[in-house]
């Protein structure tokens, strides 16, 4: 039976296309990057039946306890995209320095960043998770890069995309065309186009956050969740639902899917620890910042687009608000106002 259905591999030969100055080495890179989330997913599917649950008895640079599995997929990565000659050097969540490519192998024009395993402290109760990746052109030191050639501003980004591994494998990924998702067939061990041009709804009824920090809030945080509990009683007058699954990237999924706001906010604890924020700007930020508007939604700090930040480090945080641009504008503008009044 000739399968008529789009393989990824089809779908980003005729997409590097629209890449100025792409060629297959672009579209090879994709496919190392999709093989290594295809081994993680299958890591993932197996659980326990692997014995790598649990924790590695180890922090990465964030200070975080390293589940088994967060190393193993940070090995995965490295080992599958190094070989080949188009990277110049990787980032990672789990790593404190830049990775470069061993001397043997040859280097390439890009720059790979990436959280291998991102919501991992769901791994070991069997809740989704995922990947998250986002890939630069090395524009300055390409034979040895340092933690400065990978600071661009998200609107560098070539590519941007997550796998979630979730009751299906699914990747979504932007080359700056829109965002296209497929889900593995798990028979053949393709991904297949299954969502063409994913788009968020402008307006929602759904928010995700984190409701136990409400207490370390700014003022136009709370005003916005309060208003959002308040529900038809209220001043926004409709009721709204609320999610909180505690992995970024099926609730950046949800949102692509259904539309709603997803908030991981500045507040005191992290002020009192000298953190801008929870979320990684240059591996969890920029790549869902990247693929939401490029599905119509927006992504801000609630001061500024997240795309237009000046990195300053290599594993800087930000406040992260995404989803549906109604809601992101609106809980913007309450920043605006509570700034103006200070
Ligand atoms: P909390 C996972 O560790 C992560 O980086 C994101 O995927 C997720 O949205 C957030 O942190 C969850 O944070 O404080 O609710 O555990």
Same mark, same amino acid.
């Given at each position: 039976?000739?399968?008529?259905?789009?393989?990824?591999?089809?779908?980003?030969?005729?997409?590097?296309?629209?890449?100025?100055?792409?060629?297959?080495?672009?579209?090879?890179?994709?496919?190392?990057?999709?093989?290594? =989330?295809?081994?993680?997913?299958?890591?993932?599917?197996?659980?326990?039946?692997?014995?790598?649950?649990?924790?590695?008895?180890?922090?990465?640079?964030?200070?975080?306890?390293?589940?088994?599995?967060?190393?193993?997929?940070?090995? +995965?990565?490295?080992?599958?995209?190094?070989?080949?000659?188009?990277?110049?050097? @990787?980032?990672?969540?789990?790593?404190?320095?830049?990775?470069?490519?061993?001397? %043997?192998?040859?280097?390439?024009?890009?720059?790979?960043?990436?959280?291998?395993?991102?919501?991992?402290?769901?791994?070991?109760?069997?809740?989704?998770?995922?990947?998250?990746?986002?890939?630069?052109? =090395?524009?300055?030191? =390409?034979?040895?890069?340092?933690?400065?050639?990978?600071?661009? *501003? !998200?609107?560098?980004?070539? =590519?941007?995309?997550?796998?979630?591994?979730?009751?299906?494998?699914?990747?979504?990924?932007?080359?700056?065309?829109?965002?296209?998702?497929?889900?593995?067939?798990?028979?053949?061990?393709?991904?297949?186009?299954? %969502?063409?041009? @994913?788009?968020?709804?402008?307006?929602? $009824?759904?928010?995700?956050?984190?409701?136990?920090?409400?207490?370390?809030?700014?003022?136009?945080?709370?005003?916005?969740?309060?208003?959002?509990?308040?529900?038809?009683?209220?001043?926004?007058?409709?009721?709204?639902?609320? *999610?909180?699954?505690?992995?970024?990237?099926?609730?950046?999924?949800?949102?692509?899917?259904?539309?709603?706001?997803?908030?991981?906010?500045?507040?005191?604890? @992290?002020?009192? $620890?000298?953190?801008?924020?929870?979320?990684?700007?240059?591996?969890?930020?920029?790549?869902?910042?990247?693929?939401?508007?490029?599905?119509?939604?927006?992504?801000?700090? !609630? $001061?500024?687009?997240?795309?237009?930040?000046?990195?300053?480090?290599?594993?800087?945080?930000?406040?992260?608000?995404?989803?549906?641009?109604?809601? +992101?504008?609106?809980?913007?503008?309450? %920043?605006?106002?509570?700034? $103006?009044?200070?």
């Amino acid at each position: 039976m000739h399968d008529n259905r789009t393989t990824l591999t089809q779908f980003l030969i005729e997409e590097q296309r629209h890449i100025a100055g792409a060629t297959g080495d672009f579209t090879s890179l994709l496919n190392d990057i999709v093989t290594a =989330c295809k081994v993680i997913s299958s890591m993932v599917n197996h659980g326990e039946l692997m014995g790598v649950l649990g924790q590695a008895g180890s922090e990465n640079v964030q200070g975080e306890d390293q589940k088994k599995l967060d190393v193993i997929s940070n090995e +995965v990565f490295l080992k599958t995209n190094e070989w080949a000659g188009h990277l110049a050097a @990787m980032a990672s969540e789990e790593m404190e320095a830049v990775y470069p490519i061993p001397s %043997h192998y040859p280097k390439g024009k890009y720059l790979l960043t990436f959280d291998p395993l991102d919501g991992s402290s769901n791994i070991d109760v069997n809740v989704s998770v995922g990947t998250i990746f986002s890939i630069l052109r =090395c524009k300055g030191n =390409c034979v040895n890069p340092t933690a400065e050639d990978f600071l661009q *501003r !998200g609107t560098e980004q070539v =590519c941007a995309g997550y796998a979630l591994y979730g009751p299906s494998t699914m990747m979504v990924i932007t080359t700056g065309n829109g965002v296209n998702g497929f889900t593995l067939d798990q028979n053949i061990g393709e991904f297949i186009l299954t %969502h063409p041009r @994913m788009t968020i709804p402008a307006a929602t $009824r759904e928010f995700a956050v984190n409701a136990s920090n409400m207490r370390f809030w700014e003022p136009p945080v709370r005003r916005y969740v309060e208003e959002c509990l308040a529900g038809r009683e209220g001043p926004r007058g409709e009721d709204f639902n609320m *999610r909180w699954i505690a992995s970024m990237v099926a609730e950046v999924h949800r949102i692509l899917t259904r539309g709603g706001l997803f908030t991981y906010p500045y507040d005191a604890k @992290m002020q009192a $620890r000298g953190l801008e924020g929870k979320l990684r700007l240059m591996y969890e930020a920029n790549p869902m910042a990247f693929i939401v508007e490029q599905a119509g939604g927006a992504a801000s700090t !609630g $001061r500024h687009r997240i795309l237009d930040i000046q990195p300053s480090s290599l594993h800087q945080r930000v406040p992260v608000i995404l989803g549906s641009k109604e809601e +992101v504008e609106r809980l913007a503008a309450y %920043h605006a106002e509570h700034d $103006r009044g200070q």
